[in-house]
């Protein structure tokens, strides 16, 4: 399914970059030279299959955000207030942004997560692309790939989507929030596989520091940081499940790829500033923090029962039902979602 989607999607190859680190962990990259965003989607895994999977899944699914969609409607949010059934204010917003209440907006067709109730959300927080856009085009919301998912069914890619939202939520109050979580043992989780990337690490001279982060929806949120003499900048990585498990073992793989990305120099949005943080291995190290066990969390025995307590929780956690546009096509074949979570946080720091 991916292969045939892929081609369809532009892919022209895939690289496995692992073993230009020193870690091992690995990485690949799938490389679409035809994209209106990046050009270069990277994925990431416990396995070669699992991380070649995932770079091209990843590619798939932004090619399904960069496709023009036809809006429903072209109108103010306070002509259709009450057809909503959220705050179109609560949804991510430019800074400064120029949203009113009579200002014209482009609205496609979404459901409620909770109840399954038909709405409209803007174009603009579905659609994802860099292309630049000709006419009058007012900062108004943010756009980003945040809810962006697929999957083997369309459960599976609105579980995917709402963790990635509910993560940057938590994410975002780490990175300009001050929430700075609690420091935590990865080996405390007696997680073989997490055991098994602590090893890799410390085999490659790589600093870990872990930490859980707070969320209002009680998920296990992890942020992984590496550091190492060799190549001293830090690199992050996130994750969010309700396994503890998952969430903590995505978090060190993304560490890993966010580092693998800046040693391949690939991928398109790579910040140029990096080296800056060479400076980093010559202040002095801050007194280090007590490493806290952590309270292992499991998922249900079934992705659908994961999904009904991940939007219940959602649902209380920003006061708003999530809601998910569906991005699928039947030329492609995969399952492709976007799910909005109106009251969550999200910011350009987290991309």
Known sequence: MAGRAGRRAGITRVADITMLDTLGIPTFQAIRPTARTLAVSQGKG???????????????????????????????????????GYDVHALPLCTP??????????????????????TLVPKDVVEFTL????????????????????????AEAVLHALYEVIERDAVTGFMIGG????RVDPRSLGSPVVDDLCVTM????????????????????????????????????????????IALSRALTEAAQARLGYVSGARDDLRP??????????????????????????????????????????????????????????????PVVRVLAPGSRVCPEVF
């Not at 409607?73 to 306070?78: N, W």
């Not at 490659?204 to 296990?220: D, I, K, M, N, Y």
């Open 46 to 84: 416990v396995t070669a299959d699992l991380a070649k999977l995932s770079a091209m899944m990843e590619a798939i699914e932004l090619w399904h955000a960069e496709q023009p969609m036809r809006p429903v409607a072209t109108t103010s949010p306070r002509e259709v207030a009450g057809k909503l």
């Open 131 to 154: 292309v630049r856009r000709t006419g009058w085009n007012p900062p108004v919301f943010f756009s980003s790939t945040n809810g962006l998912a697929s999957g083997n069914t369309q």
């Open 179 to 182: 929430d700075r979580g609690v």
């Open 273 to 334: 500033d990096i080296q800056e943080d060479l400076g980093a291995r010559r202040r002095p190290e801050p007194p280090r923090e007590a490493e806290a066990p952590i309270s292992p969390m499991h998922a249900h025995e079934s992705l659908v029962d994961d999904l009904e307590d991940v939007v219940k929780r959602a649902a209380v956690a920003f006061s708003h039902p999530p809601l998910v546009v569906d991005l699928t096509r039947e030329d492609m074949g995969v």
């Open 202 to 245: 410390e085999r490659a001279g790589v600093r870990l520091e872990a930490r859980s982060l707070t969320s209002p929806t009680g998920l296990p949120c992890f942020v992984a940081r590496i550091t190492c003499d060799d190549y001293p900048p830090p690199f992050l990585g996130f994750g969010c499940h309700l396994s503890s498990d």
């Open 97 to 118: 942004t120029l949203l009113h209440d009579g200002l014209p907006v482009d609205w496609v067709a979404a459901k409620s997560l909770v109840d399954g109730a038909r």
